[in-house]
């Protein structure tokens, strides 16, 4: 089973990218960030032409989140329910039997000093919340997106730079790192310890992929039971090379089920 993360920086713009992309590598799960559209303007029938069932929760330029799979989901659920803003434009979770796949667009923070920043750090205390509440760390649980952060400085290419940037800011990390240990791995590292993997390249660095100038912040986090049916990994740069791309690229891992 190959499930695949995207932010698409806008789903209609690059819906030729994406359908493009589930056509050549058919991927069993998207999860698909920042679809910026309201849902009555969502593109959905392009996904049902190309196979694909697709559940989606969207405002206009702004957010969205979305899930495309070749099965139908047994259930899909929208937003945090812990009586805090629900931000269902954020968080969308499917199953497909004992598998829940979580996606999230974690808000990305603005600034240090901005509101959005004690915001974000709050939302990856409420995930944690979600899960306890949800799941056990036994299930089969993936948790993907963007998440806005760079968990260490092997996922920049600059990070004694970027010591206060909202991305990898310590407190930020010390959040994210804290949401981890609820009981998840990070499935691409465990193919790739290796520095010099991104998934976003910033579209105000010029010839940011050739220079290998990027980010990761999109992530693969798996349960210690999924993560040990996990066969591979990659990252595919190529789409963030084609004309007029996301500023991220697609993030794939396959599982054993």
Sequence with gaps: MIITTFNANSIRSRLG????????????????????????DFPQQAFTDAGYHIAFRGEKSYNG????????PDAVDFGLDDGGPADTTRFVVARFGDLQVVNTYVP???????PMYAYKLDWFRRLRVWFSRHATPDDLLLWTGDLNVA??????????????????HVDVRRMFA??????FTDVFRKYH???????FFDYRTPNA???????????????????????????????????KPSDHTFLSATFDL
């Design 108 to 114: 990305q923070g603005r600034e240090i000093e901005h």
């Design 65 to 72: 989140v979305a899930i495309a799979s070749r099965v139908k």
């Design 193 to 199: 310890p290796e520095a010099g993997q991104y998934t």
């Design 151 to 168: 968990p260490d400085a092997m996922d920049i290419h600059n990070a004694e730079q970027q010591a206060n940037h909202v991305c990898y």
């Design 209 to 243: 992929v050739q220079r290998k100038m990027g980010w990761r912040i999109d992530h693969l986090l798996a349960t210690a039971p999924l993560a040990a049916r996990s066969i591979s990994a990659s990252i595919d740069v190529a789409p963030r090379l084609l004309e």
């Design 17 to 40: 990218i994406v359908i493009g992309w589930l056509q050549a590598n058919q991927p069993d799960v998207l999860c698909i960030q920042e679809t910026k559209v309201q849902d009555a």
């Design 178 to 183: 804290d949401t981890l240990r609820w009981g």
